[in-house]
């Protein structure tokens, strides 16, 4: 019986003596004996029922505190739970430095789950501590006070539950509720992220200057003069070559010109056209012929061996250096000389060209001009990189030849340089000799300028033809000084050039694959300088600026509110294991109170069974608690008096504690 269950029995008793001592006045009409304890009892009647109305009003205090822990505890997880909601609702769209009382948004978060996760333990201790009783009420193992009272701690309950082997479906939830605590702070950051808008632009800011593969200003002197034989190479800015064979050799890149918004992340253009130039090579042998200029500027077929004899090699100190080019015998006639000494016929009458005369006229000696581009190489075969050599038999012989294609491209913004990202077509270049190339009538402006494909080709044929004049003719280096310095910087092993082994030295195609990259770019992105001024005469492509803005937050709405129902979910799990414990056991809050554990007395039978308890560890008690199974009840003594008791399940004069 409870505490209040006793005071209630002895009112009971007061009121029947109190109703005994009225009725015995009333019927004798005499005085009570002042001795009599039932006229003691009625004198002392004034402080019996100050003594009851005591007893009421404790009551009702004992209920309103009964209510204002958990309701207080119901509101606060509340009001923070839907706090957290708005939290997240209001931070959506802000930037990362906004606050909020003073707090980053993470912060404040971070605090209210904090706060809120306390206040949600605190429930669920209080459920399992009143769940406890319930269980002791309808009989269990007396190890379940150990087991539920770790359960009220968090997650430390489980080595109990799992030491008891108990399990029930009020603690599996409520070590669930209490994992889902645990990580419902880190899995709030996957709700509120940081976001960054890109978005691109493109405007007069961002712009690409560069020739267009059909543009010939500025390359050739075949635009300004209409004459074919000007079709001979660079013969405008010729430094093209030179610079790019230079960059190739030192291992530096040309700088694109471009312009891109100082606030943007990156710039893009796409569709960026230019013709590129490619290098095959076979090996012939010294029996093979080539094209030497004999008294300097006079084209002559030699037999390579007879040509490269040690005499000939060093003769009258004009000494010869490896690699050494000779235009291939295939190019006799339409040699850089050749065309230079080109003369157009004449117009009978006008004593003028007849190019002059008449653009749309026919030249057909002018055919004979054009052709492939090819070339031999000489060098030393025992080491490349060998300026000398003394004859023939020491040498090796190539003869190599030019493939264009039309590429389509795309460049980006890399650390402040633009580069070629990637290739998106290439599209090969056939040269028409007999259509175009070799047809002055297709050179002239007007007709290159209503055909781009013709324009094109003619770039193309320019660029090769000036590439074999970097070989052949070097103004300034020679190829020995371009590989020397390049295979210093291709070399990858130390011991190689200390000990000067050639063993894995790069091969001469390799060095040109980097010269001719080099000048394919710079063909179409160097600037040329006009005879009157200097001026940057490139046309330019327009391409995109890529912006990112300031972040913000991101919140994921669906998120954020399955959350916080996730929140509530123990809230009101709780509520209804409290409410439930409470009503069955009698309205009485014991919870985890060790008094109230206590006070509850053991009947004589229990206190028999358990006496030996008190001399062990808590260890070893557990493991007896898990065979002893007992009940809280009220418990009849042999004088009749009634008190709540724990005793063993089956006792006959331990009754079950009554629900409210």
């Known amino acids: 019986m409870s505490t209040q269950e006793e005071e209630k029995h002895d009112q009971n008793n007061i009121m029947k003596n109190e109703d005994t001592v009225l009725k015995t006045t009333v019927a004798s009409h005499e005085k009570p004996n002042p001795n009599d304890s039932v006229y003691q009892m009625y004198e002392n009647f004034p402080a019996i029922q100050q003594q009851q109305l005591k007893l009421q009003q404790q009551e009702q205090s004992s209920k309103i505190s ?20 708005l939290v997240f609702l209001h931070a959506d769209g802000k930037s990362l430095d906004y606050s909020i009382i003073g707090l980053k948004i993470p912060s404040l978060i971070s605090l209210i789950l904090n706060v809120n996760g306390l206040f949600i333990t605190s429930g669920l201790s209080t459920a399992i501590g009143e769940y406890k009783w319930v269980r002791l009420k309808n009989g269990s193992k007396l190890s379940i006070v150990d087991i539920y009272d770790s359960c009220t701690k968090g997650l430390s309950g489980l080595a109990a539950i799992a030491k008891g082997l108990h399990f029930d479906h009020i603690l599996v939830l409520a070590l669930i509720f209490h994992a889902g605590l645990v990580a419902v702070s880190p899995l709030s950051q996957e709700i509120l992220v940081p976001y960054i808008k890109n978005y691109t632009m493109s405007g007069i800011d961002t712009r690409f200057f ?27 800015n010729a430094y093209i070559t030179t610079s790019s064979f230079a960059q190739a050799a030192t291992g530096s890149r040309s700088a694109p010109l471009y312009t891109c918004p100082s606030k943007a992340t990156q710039c893009e253009f796409k569709n960026v056209s230019f013709i590129s130039t490619a290098m095959t090579c076979t090996n012939i042998g010294e029996n093979d012929t080539a094209i030497a200029n004999r008294g300097g500027t006079i084209p ?14 060093s003769y009258a100190g004009k000494t010869k250096y490896f690699p050494m080019f000779l235009y291939a015998p295939e190019m006799f006639g339409r ?5 230079l000494n080109y003369t157009a016929p004449i117009m009978p009458g006008l004593n003028i060209t007849s190019i002059f005369a008449d653009k749309y006229i026919y030249d057909p000696q ?13 060098y030393n075969k025992a080491n490349l990189y060998s300026r000398i050599a003394n004859n023939y038999t020491e040498m090796g012989f190539k ?3 030019f493939t264009s294609s039309l590429n389509t491209s795309t460049w980006r913004t890399v650390n402040g340089t633009l580069e070629k990202m990637n290739n998106d077509t290439s599209v090969p270049i056939v040269m028409d000799y007999d259509r175009v190339l070799g ?3 297709a050179l002239h402006s007007d007709a290159l300028t209503d055909h781009p494909n013709w324009a094109i080709m003619v770039n193309a044929y320019i660029m090769q033809q000036s590439l074999l004049i970097e070989l052949i003719t070097s103004k300034y280096y020679g190829i020995y000084d371009y590989l020397g310095a390049w295979r210093q910087d291709r070399i990858t092993s130390i011991s190689d050039i200390l000990n000067n082994n050639h063993t894995n030295d790069p091969t001469f195609e390799d060095f040109m694959k980097d010269a001719l990259r080099a000048f394919d770019y710079a063909y179409f992105q160097a600037p040329f300088v006009t005879r009157n001024y200097g001026d940057l005469n490139t046309q330019y492509n327009g391409g995109e600026a890529f912006f990112s803005s300031d972040p913000i937050y991101r919140v994921k709405q669906e998120a954020s509110y399955l959350l916080s129902l996730c929140l509530f979910l123990p809230i009101i799990w709780w509520v209804l294991v409290w409410a439930s414990s409470m009503r069955q056991m009698g309205g009485v809050a014991r919870g985890s109170s060790q008094v109230a554990l206590l006070a509850t007395r053991l009947t004589p039978l229990a206190e028999d069974r358990l006496r030996h308890f ?27 008096e009634q008190h709540v008791a724990l005793g063993l399940e089956g006792e006959d004069r331990l009754h079950p504690l009554k629900n409210i």
């Open 210 to 236: 560069y020739f267009k593969p059909y543009d010939i200003n500025g390359r050739s002197g075949l635009q300004q003069t209409g004459m074919p034989p000007k079709m001979n190479g660079l013969t405008n």
């Open 66 to 85: 009964l209510l204002a822990k958990p309701l207080f505890n119901i509101i606060v997880s509340a009001f923070f739970t839907i706090a957290l909601l």
């Open 300 to 313: 002559t077929i030699v037999v390579l061996k007879e040509y490269f004899t040690n005499l000939n090699i």
């Open 335 to 339: 040699t850089y000389y050749d065309l």
């Open 366 to 378: 002018y055919r004979p001009y054009v052709g492939d581009q090819r070339f031999i190489m000489a």
């Open 614 to 640: 008190s001399r062990l560890d808590s260890g070893r008690a557990f493991d007896l608690a898990k065979d002893i199974r007992v009940r809280v009840g009220t418990f009849v003594r042999d004088n009749q």
């Open 399 to 401: 003869k190599c030849s």
């Open 439 to 441: 047809n002055n009538t």
